[in-house]
């Protein structure tokens, strides 16, 4: 179980309580819950984690065929001296989709990119251009919710990246799609397929039917229990 010290509250549970009565606690040495698990099972987190690899295969039901990322849609608010990643997951129709999609992979294509997305809320960007290195180094979004962008954006080379986002969210302003203002990118994987996840057992086990614990499952080849 993973808990920030920092939370404001007690958990009323009773039955966790007793389970974890004779639990200890342990430092974690990195920050963020999609880290933190992938750390858990034996990844080696200092370079990023391959999150994007996984959930693409939870969501297509194979494995993807080419370098890529997470790219999911955001509501970004400008202030006078930062832009806020908002902390909610913004509301998109199956046809705002394929607008969005239509409307950004034109753009994207000159460089050899594409964004697919089987859902609404889940989106991937693929690299076919061989020239284009994925950046080294991301911030996961639900550790950049309601946080200023510009500390956590991609790092990489010669700034691309970074030219590519603002590029997408002009894009995205004048779609006439007020749910979505930019594309969050995280979790890439630039050598296919990702290092294997080496401190898993036969009988681990992963709770939980969210997104993440389905992804992190899928990574560590355990099951996901309810």
Not at 82 to 104: C, F, M, W
Not at 159 to 185: K, P
Request: proline share 7%; aromatic share 8%.
């Amino acid at each position: 179980m993973l808990w920030r010290k920092d939370f404001g509250f007690e958990p009323q549970a009773p039955g966790l309580l007793q389970l974890c009565a004779d639990a200890q606690v342990e430092q974690s040495t990195v920050t963020g819950l999609e880290n933190s698990l992938f750390q858990q099972l034996g990844y080696q987190t200092e370079q990023g984690i391959p999150f994007a690899w996984y959930r693409y295969q939870l969501d297509f039901g194979v494995p993807p065929s080419v370098p890529l990322l997470c790219a999911d849609p955001v509501c970004l608010q400008s202030g006078i001296s930062q832009v806020l990643l908002e902390a909610r997951v913004p509301r998109i129709t199956s046809l705002d989709l394929q607008l969005l999609l239509g409307k950004l992979n034109q753009h994207l294509a000159q460089d050899g990119l594409e964004l697919v997305a089987k859902h609404p809320q889940r989106w991937y960007l693929l690299k076919n251009n061989a020239r284009i290195q994925l950046p080294e180094h991301t911030v996961p979004l639900t550790q950049a919710w309601g946080q200023d962008i510009y500390p956590l954006l991609p790092q990489g080379e010669n700034r691309y990246w970074h030219r590519l986002i603002n590029e997408m969210q002009m894009l995205l302003h004048d779609s006439g799609v007020d749910a979505v203002n930019g594309v969050w990118l995280w979790g890439g994987v630039n050598k296919l397929p990702p290092a294997e996840i080496t401190q898993t057992s036969t009988d681990m086990a992963v709770a939980g039917q969210t997104v993440n614990a389905q992804t992190v499952a899928g990574a560590a080849g355990v099951a996901c229990q309810a």
